[in-house]
């Protein structure tokens, strides 16, 4: 494990734990965990502290952290608000190597909350002492016993064994998505919740994760990323084990972001922002706990297709369509079975449509060996990396179930690389009987369909090469203050990105001298540092076509300029080639307030806004990286020659886009944003016509 990874294990697998405001009671927030624990026979030692007992829960009680008769691996603090920075303090003189602060009342509450916090992280963290919390719900391991919580979620049950590991910043919804996980037969005997996160992130919690050997799926529910360069290495690192993460991100809305900050004192951040970064690192995000237990459970058979492809047996032809739609909007190819394959099936029942789906028609129920041939058909011939076979009611009666199971259970048997899926409604000891035969059942087949499509990206997420290097790039010192446009385009041109001819003219004379070089028709625009969006106040002039209209045009931008923004500081006009053909294209930076500088793309002008057709990416990436987000957008086929029309050159164009992210990187915090729009995608090259380069403090 990485060390900051690793630095977590005494939290999370303690050989001994000190509980400090420990209670008698075991209904109380002290009381919980030693009852739990004791329940759930954890091998380690139990030390409980309090002043005003010498026995808890019948365990000899310690008035101080300094009259322990030994150094605990963690140490739960259940203390109220105003004993609990002192404790942690304590407890780092001690040399405890983590402790779980339960305790509320930090910078969830108020600026003094925030303070006390930093005040207890800095006490910890003197003493190199991981802390969880403060405002949490603690966790628990079920594989050791160890139950440093208070949640009452207990109380209807313990964990089932399995190797799905929840992280969650939300105590009460990580422990909801234990319970939940529970009712539906699946085993998360890890829940760690991370609250505040003063010091241990949701990253970090993954990242252990994704280095236990004994955790195979990893279930993360945040309400925002505080701390980037962990979540970055935890979702690597998962990566690289062949880790499936799936993730509820929530926050996506206005209203969710301000209670996600309210409720964690944490950043929701960008959305779209976010999908970005989690769909580079191969996370499945999903959008209900439904939607993620569904995913959680088929990854648990660790079959990632890294070329995902659907083929559906099924007995209804309605069925059939609806899981084609749900696989078509989600991506899930289902080619058509080979005509030779086609053919066999229809011999064997005339009746039946074999293309995929493959609907074997209710007559197979006549002759049960029939569902094993078509089975074995569609896999051996159609070679499908993923089988979905709707059989609804049928496949819970019990003159069918067990023909079913062993038709349907020597195919897969053949072919334990695929994944097999059965849609039907069954009794839950039948449907215990179907999943220990390797099947994963599911009652509604559009569920089965997204869970498949998850395994897939998946798949394609761990076969992926390492992405490319970024291009190199000169570094460029940025200015003190936001410069014009054409001063913007200067610092591009250092890095390689190309603008449209221009030159700058600060009398009409020069203007027209100016046009006459580049050759008509020309565009010219207001050049001001302080009037970056030149078209709100009618400062750019299109389709400029002689002389006498320049010297009029430079006339009327100065005026205009000197109307609407009678303080700003006018160093002239510029006057530009009027770019014709190609498309008009946005590259864009923007500075996440956790991730960093973000590259977008899209179709520019008004398409920008009309459509929002962008794509997202952090920075720096090389060109396989740019060249697949201009692939991606939806207006893509209007860059590679859709209609006849030339193609764009998409080489030049990602070659500015990741020299832009380089760019971006490279220029630091003080860079806020960059606006290229448009950039004119040519058959020959690709040039930035507009460009605003903003700088903050």
Sequence with gaps: ??????????????????????????????????????????????????????????????????????????AIVAVPAALA???????????????????????????????????????????????????????????????????ASLETGFPLPGRIGIASQSGAYGTHLFATARARGLGTPLCITTGNEGDVTIGDVIGWLAE????????????????????????????????????????????????????????????????????EFGVVRAVTTEQMLDIAYCASKRIYPARNTLGVITVSGGAGVLISDAAEELGLAMPEMPSAAQAALKALVPFSAPRNPVDCTAQVFNNLPLIGHFAETMVAEGGYASVLA?????????????????????????????????????????VRAYEAEGFLVFEDPSRAVAAIAAMGRFGAAFAAPPPAAP??????????????????????????????????????????????????????????????????????LLGITDAAAVARGFTTLIERARAARPAALIEGVLVAKQMSGGVECILGIHRDPVF???????????????????????????????????????????????RGRAPADIDALARMLARLSVFADQAGQRLRAIDLNPVFALPEGAFAADAVIEIGE
């Design 390 to 430: 709707f059989f609804s009611q049928t496949g819970g009666a019990a003159s069918i179930a067990p023909h079913l199971k062993t038709q349907l259970g020597a195919v897969r048997v053949r072919y334990p690389d695929r994944l097999f899926v059965l849609s039907v409604i069954a009794s839950p000891e039948l």
């Design 85 to 151: 920075v002192d404790t942690v303090a304590q407890l780092a003189v001690r040399g405890v190597a983590g402790a779980i602060v339960l305790t509320a009342g930090f910078a969830e509450m108020d600026a003094a909350g925030a303070a006390a916090q930093e005040a207890m992280v800095a006490a910890a963290r003197g003493a190199g002492m991981r802390l969880l919390g403060p405002n949490c719900l603690g966790l628990f391991n079920a594989r050791i016993g160890f139950y440093p919580t208070f949640s």
């Design 471 to 540: 291009p190199a790039v000169p570094v460029v010192t940025l200015p003190a203050q936001t410069p014009d446009e054409a001063a913007c385009k200067r610092l591009l041109s250092v890095a390689g990105i190309a603008s449209v001819p221009e030159r700058i003219a600060t009398t009409p004379a020069e203007a027209t001298a100016a046009a006459s070089a580049l050759g008509f028709p020309v565009v010219m625009k207001i050049l001001s540092p302080d009037i970056l969006h030149k078209s709100e106040i009618g400062g750019v």
């Design 596 to 642: 960093g500088p973000v590259a977008a793309f899209g179709l520019g002008g008004i398409f920008v806004e009309v459509l929002r057709d962008v794509v997202f990416h952090r920075c720096p990436f090389g060109l396989d990286i740019a060249t697949a987000m201009i692939r991606s957008i939806r207006g893509a086929p209007l860059l590679l020659g859709a």
């Design 1 to 74: 494990m990485s060390a900051r990874f690793t630095s977590l294990t005494p939290l999370l697998a303690p050989r001994s734990v000190a509980v400090i405001g420990a209670s008698d009671e075991p209904t109380r927030i002290g009381g919980r965990p030693i009852a739990y624990m004791r329940q759930q026979n954890f091998a380690g030692r139990i030390l409980p502290v309090n002043p005003k007992r010498t026995t808890v829960q019948g365990l000899p009680c310690f008035p101080t952290v300094a009259d322990l008769p030994e150094t605990p691996d963690v």
């Design 212 to 279: 236990d050997p004994e955790t195979d799926v990893i279930a993360a529910y945040a309400e925002g990323i505080r701390e980037a360069e962990s979540f970055f290495a935890a979702l690597a690192a998962a990566r690289a084990a062949k880790k499936p993460v799936v993730m509820m991100k929530v926050g996506r809305s206005a209203l969710g972001g301000a209670a996600a900050r309210s409720h964690t004192a944490s950043i929701a951040g960008d959305d779209a922002v976010t999908d970005a970064v989690l769909s």
